[in-house]
């Protein structure tokens, strides 16, 4: 307790620097509205907010230990810490809940050190509603805080928090990011979010709740329907997001499930739905049920949708749904559950069974039908390994294994561009989305603007389909400092965009059309070469296929070797210019001594001599002003 209080100390400190802000200094469920006391729960400060007066005014006096003076409906948390909830909190306000980087432990992007909001018992998190549909919906604001379900704490998976909306009740505006919500569990509906509310016309957005997703991880929710999310209608934009473990228990249960199509309008004689349940550049792998629900007014594109043990239910009435430029495959015995008079357009999908041919002029394809390598995972051919490391190139796999990259929130499937092709027109996956919107026909859908990571999409040529646009960029900088006898060990992954060495057995076949190729008989991986003029001086170095470079010293030298390297990778090597067929990559390796130098300062502690000492030397500063006096 001590150490808790001593470190949260910090906030309270915090609070006069940041005092439009309520922050939050306890992690413990307190609610005490009638003794004042130096500890700001988060539950007394929504209970603050929801104080709100007709005006907007915050009551000054506070709440608990939560001070309303100049206060803003702004709670703030500390990165790193669990915030514990006894018992479901109601929010009835607009307010924004995020952290506060107090501690210094300058984060490096957003979501790497999240606030923690758990639940201690059964029950949900938030029931976010104001209780009043006459009225513009409520605008709630959660970012870079985890929510985690009691779920987490039991030891039967079974056990129900809500009976519906595990994690939240939502009835108003809520937008999340960069945040993850795992471990809900509802009876029926719900498994994390459960978002209610029927909107019709002008009054949708008084009635009806409104998700905003991006960037979230759902993981390890359940749900009879709705593993991860129960939407009522659909009104949610997921953008960027994952959905991994989730289960679904009921018969025909869905991971996303929307109740009832979107609402229809009629001009001029003319019925549309608009397109307001949308899920843009996300991943959904290993859950348990449909992924999803396509109804009219949803869309699903740029994602990727694998190992699942279903796929996607296709069940729109008027043609007002979408599933487009996605990889959809190996989702038990369908991808594509087809219901009788769907009508959803289908284009640019990739996909193992069930999902059709797709529109005119974008087509889908079956991975059935194509004739280069259909294996999905480059996994060793580990049936089930759906996470870890990439073989390395010859190895066969349109996918690379789910994995995390540094410095972005969410992990994802990156494509492959394989070894065995002779042309990037062989590839299922890459450049085969729709860039423009219309065609055929004038629901078919354009490829998304940015893949998951935030990275722009081509817009010039044909895109990627699927939630990852491959990206050919060169990463600059590389080099290591070391002492005297050793060897510097640089991992060049990173720095390789988004390809992998190219096989050193194979790099004849790189540069065979040039008028005056490479004269090396001994190829590195990667096809390692040297910039004209900058090659390595004082070191040598070697790859591997793993992309480890290994510089060794000729001897030890104190000072810096500059170079610079081309490597040829599997995304880089069908470039059309025959000089840009490689990524550069400048280096520096920086080698000193050991420092020895030993410190000879004054010791002014040491017990009892180091006391006498200084005793001793102010007794001869004393007689020296003494005998000055006497002058």
């Not at 599933?323 to 193992?352: H, M, R, W």
């Not at 060897?487 to 990173?494: G, Q, S």
């Not at 390796?589 to 130098?597: I, K």
Request: aromatic fraction near 6%; proline fraction near 3%.
């Amino acid at each position: 307790m001590l150490k808790r209080t001593i470190g949260l100390g910090l906030l309270c400190m915090a609070s006069h620097a940041y005092s439009a802000n309520i922050v939050v200094n306890t992690t413990e469920d307190e609610f005490d509205e009638k003794t004042p006391n130096s500890t700001c729960s988060l539950r007394e400060a929504i209970q603050l907010i929801n104080s709100t007066d007709a005006n907007g005014k915050i009551p000054e006096a506070g709440f608990g230990g939560c001070s309303g003076k100049d206060a803003s409906p702004s709670i703030v948390l500390e990165t790193g810490k669990t915030y514990f909830l006894n018992k479901e909190v109601a929010i009835k306000k607009s307010l924004s809940i995020n952290v506060l980087d107090e501690a210094g432990n300058s984060t490096k992007y957003a979501g790497e050190k999240n606030a923690i909001i758990q639940a201690k018992g059964a029950h949900r998190l938030f029931t976010i509603d104001d209780g009043n549909p006459n009225i513009a919906n409520l605008g709630i604001i959660i970012g870079q805080v985890d929510l985690v379900g009691c779920g987490a704490e039991s030891k039967n998976t079974a056990e129900s928090c809500a009976p519906i909306g595990g994690l939240i009740f939502n009835r108003e505006n809520l937008s999340l990011s960069f945040s993850r919500l795992k471990n809900g569990v509802a009876d029926t509906n719900g498994g994390a979010i459960y978002n209610e509310g029927i909107g019709t016309g002008p009054n949708a957005s008084l009635a009806a709740g409104l998700l905003t997703l991006t960037n979230v991880l759902f993981q390890n929710n359940q749900a009879a329907e709705g593993a991860a999310i129960y939407s009522v209608q659909p009104r949610y934009e997921i953008v960027g997001s994952v959905f991994r473990d989730n289960k679904a228990t009921g018969a025909n249960g869905a991971i996303v499930f929307v109740n009832r199509p979107g609402d229809a309008t009629t001009t001029n004689g003319s019925t549309s739905t608009a397109r307001t349940g949308n899920i843009r550049s996300s991943t959904f792998f290993d859950n348990q049920g449909w992924v999803a629900n396509l109804l009219d007014g949803m869309v699903i594109n740029s994602s990727t949708i694998i190992k699942n043990t279903a796929g996607v239910y296709l069940n729109s009435a008027t043609g007002s749904a979408n599933l487009s430029n996605s990889i959809v495959a190996e989702n038990g015995n369908s991808d594509c559950i087809i219901a009788p008079d769907n009508k959803a357009v289908t284009n640019n999908v990739v996909y193992s069974n069930g999902c059709g041919d797709g529109e005119v002029g974008n087509r889908n394809t079956s991975l059935n039908n194509i004739t280069t390598p259909k294996q999905l995972l480059a996994n060793n051919g580990i049936s089930g390994k759906l996470e870890g490391k990439c073989d390395q190139p010859p190895a066969v796999g349109l996918l690379c294994p789910f994995a995390m990259e540094k410095e972005i929130f969410n992990g994802f499937f990156k494509p492959r561009l394989l070894a065995d092709y002779k042309s990037i027109l062989q590839s299922p996956i890459v450049n085969r989305g729709r860039v423009a919107s219309g065609g055929a026909t004038t629901n078919t859908l354009a490829c998304e603007s940015t893949d998951q990571r935030g990275k722009a999409r081509e817009t010039t040529v044909l895109c990627d389909v699927g939630a990852i646009e491959l990206v050919i960029e060169d990463k600059g900088k590389i080099g290591q400092d070391i002492k005297y006898n050793q060897n510097a060990e640089i991992d060049l992954t990173d720095s390789l965009g988004d390809g992998q060495l190219w096989p050193k057995e194979r790099c004849k076949e790189v540069f065979q059309d040039l008028p005056n190729p490479p004269a090396i008989t001994e190829w590195q991986p990667g096809c390692l070469q040297f910039v004209e003029g900058k090659e390595a001086k004082k070191g040598s170095l070697i790859l591997d296929e793993n992309a480890l470079l290994k510089y060794t010293p000729f001897k030890n030298y104190h000072g810096s070797d500059d170079f610079s390297i081309k490597v040829v990778t599997t995304t880089s090597r069908f470039s059309e210019g025959v000089n840009d067929r490689s990524i550069t990559l400048r280096g520096t390796v920086v080698q000193e001594p050991d420092n020895n130098f030993e410190n000879k300062s004054v010791k002014t502690s040491g017990g009892s001599t180091g006391f006498v000492g200084l005793l001793g030397l102010l007794s001869l500063v004393w007689m020296r002003r003494r005998l000055q006096g006497v002058k």
